[in-house]
């Protein structure tokens, strides 16, 4: 599975656009990028998934350069409750997942 | 509500008992996870199925760890003689080869071992 590479911890305000940028320098063919959120004390919710170029959902959208060696979540004007971990991950669909540490967005008022 | 469910939510047990926790998936999904998360870290996995078969384990699955899912439908995760180690979030997702396969999480099981 590629390993993923993201921040620690970022910090935004509310209203703002936050874009949380991973990197997979190893990505193979058939590996899509997915993100998900994480609140304490419940499981992670499933915020998008792509394979190339621009996935967008009602919630965030997913961006992918062409070498698929990084991938840029961005949340748009974020709110309080946005404040989570944010786990990117790249594997196979069906494969089991390989969660990293993740990236703590605090998002203040 | 139709998502994934786990059963109890919380568990406070003591060093050496067994505990047993329960994950409902969603109806249709034939694909039935399990994770651990210990604080500051992400989920690791476990085990997972496919309907009732165990298609594979994670070297974390220790001798005294077993998960089954008998009728393909629900799955049982029990931790013989429980050690303070143990304690931890267990969490547990379920997907569906049929559509886009992605994993869907429980909110998890919470474990304290005294």
């Known amino acids: 599975l590629a390993k993923t590479t993201q921040p620690i911890s970022m910090d935004s305000y509310e209203g703002q656009e936050v874009n949380i940028t991973c990197s997979h320098n190893n990505i193979a063919t058939n590996d899509y990028i997915t993100w998900y959120q994480q609140f304490p004390s419940q499981g992670p919710r499933f915020i998008i998934q792509g394979y190339k170029t621009k996935v967008t959902n009602e919630v965030a959208s997913l961006f992918i350069p062409a070498d698929r060696k990084s991938s840029t979540l961005s949340l748009p004007r974020v709110s309080l409750s946005d404040t989570a971990v944010y786990y990117c991950l790249v594997g196979e669909g069906y494969s089991t997942l390989t969660f990293g540490k993740g990236t703590m967005l605090l998002v203040a008022p | 509500d139709t998502g994934v469910s786990q059963d109890p939510r919380h568990k406070i047990t003591k060093r050496g008992q067994n505990v047993t926790f329960r994950c409902d998936p969603i109806s249709e999904h034939n694909r039935l996870y399990w994770y651990r998360q210990t604080l500051g870290q992400g989920p690791e996995f476990l085990t997972y199925f496919q309907n009732e078969a165990q298609l594979e384990k994670s070297r974390l699955l220790s001798d005294r760890f077993s998960a089954e899912r008998p009728k393909g439908s629900f799955s049982t995760l029990e931790i013989q003689r429980t050690e303070q180690g143990d304690s931890a979030m267990y969490l547990c997702?379920?997907?569906?080869?049929?559509?886009?396969?992605?994993?869907?999480f429980g909110p998890g099981t919470r474990l304290l071992v005294l």
């Open positions: 997702a379920s997907s569906s080869t049929a559509t886009e396969e992605t994993q869907y």
